[in-house]
């Protein structure tokens, strides 16, 4: 197992991967009920849930894998709207193939928030 928050004081970053595909269809994400997408949600709740094992002391560490696979343009835009939603100012795509199409037509389109500049 991955023990991060006993980690924490040693590691200068640390990266979950925060996947919305390995999350149970129906398990985590409520349509109508949980706010914006399911890529949305599932990493937004991820991240957040590291934020509060982490502590005020080493959650600005968090820099997640978001999910760069069997993903469309819009999922990618949710996923990094989620990282920065969640106070985060960076995160790393995944793609066995590195078929990162998805990824550069989202990334023009995004805000880095003001905090992270």
């Given at each position: 197992g991955q023990?991060?928050?006993r980690?924490?004081?040693?590691l200068d970053i640390i990266s979950p991967m925060a996947y919305p595909s390995t999350f149970a269809a129906g398990g985590y994400y409520v349509p109508g009920k949980d706010p914006r997408s399911r890529s949305y949600y599932?990493?937004?709740r991820t991240l957040d849930g590291y934020k509060k094992l982490l502590g005020e002391e080493h959650w600005h560490?968090?820099?997640p894998w978001?999910?760069?696979y069997y993903v469309s343009t819009r999922d990618v835009e949710d996923q990094i709207?989620?990282?920065y939603d969640a106070g985060l100012c960076g995160f790393t795509v995944w793609n066995a193939r590195n078929d990162y199409t998805y990824?550069?037509?989202?990334?023009p389109k995004q805000q880095r928030p003001e905090a992270c500049k």
């Open positions: 023990d991060f928050v980690f924490a004081p040693m599932l990493v937004w560490k968090l820099r978001i999910q760069g709207a989620a990282v990824t550069y037509k989202a990334l």
